[in-house]
Structures are given as C-alpha cells and as structure tokens.
C-alpha cells in the first residue's frame, strides 16, 4: 500500500504551464500503475492521464492529448503530470492515484489509492 502526496498546482494564466508532481510513500509503487484524475467545480470526476508501473504504456484524455505528458521515477517513487498551453477549462482539483496493476488503466474504478489533491487554477 502507497500514500500519495500532489504538490505543484497553483494558480496561472491561460497558455501557462505547471508540473504537478505525486510523491507516493510505501511499499510497491513501482508495481502500480498511476494516473492523474481532475474534478472541476460542480462536475464529474474525470480522468487525465495515466501511466503503465514499468512507464512503457501511457494514455490520455482527449481533451489534454498533446498539451499534458505523464512521466514516472520509479527510483524516487514519484509521478509526474507536464501540463502546457493550460486553458481555462483545465480549472479542477487533480488527483493522482494508484491502481494494483502493472497496466495503465482510465477507470477510476480500478484505482485503489488516492492523494489528497491539488488545485489548479487557470485564467483567462
């Protein structure tokens, strides 16, 4: 079992870019697969991005792909959300996670541990 801790949100105007970083403590991390999950205000959770545990595999939202990369330090146990050319509507807490399987997986379903979240905010 991992906790996870975001940090690197703030606040920023649109066509900015932010690097949001997850921390995980504990035990296996190099065995999860991680992904990065955002709630805005009054909707849905809604995946982003996530990453296979070996860092091979990744898949992205629609909305971020080609503006938002995800990497991993399995060595440092940390995961990584790259977000450029931020638009307004990527306003939202982000959440990283952990999931208990080596492939990179979209539900949030199939996620097992949950950080504590991060806001982001951009503006126009």
């Known amino acids: 079992q991992v906790q996870l801790v975001e940090s690197g949100g703030g606040l920023v105007q649109a066509g900015a870019s932010l690097r949001l970083t997850c921390a995980a403590s504990g035990r296996g991390f190099s065995n999860y697969a991680m992904g990065w999950f955002r709630q805005a205000p009054g909707k849905e959770r809604e995946f982003v991005a996530t990453?296979?545990?070996?860092?091979?595999?990744?898949s992205f939202a629609r909305s971020v792909q080609g503006r938002f990369a995800i990497s991993r330090d399995n060595a440092k146990n940390t995961v990584y959300l790259q977000m450029s050319n931020l638009r307004p509507e990527d306003t939202a807490i982000y959440y990283c996670a952990a999931a208990t399987v080596r492939d990179a997986v979209v539900e949030d379903a199939d996620y097992d541990t949950w950080g504590q979240g991060t806001q982001v905010t951009v503006s126009s």
């Open positions: 990453i296979s545990a070996s860092g091979l595999t990744e």
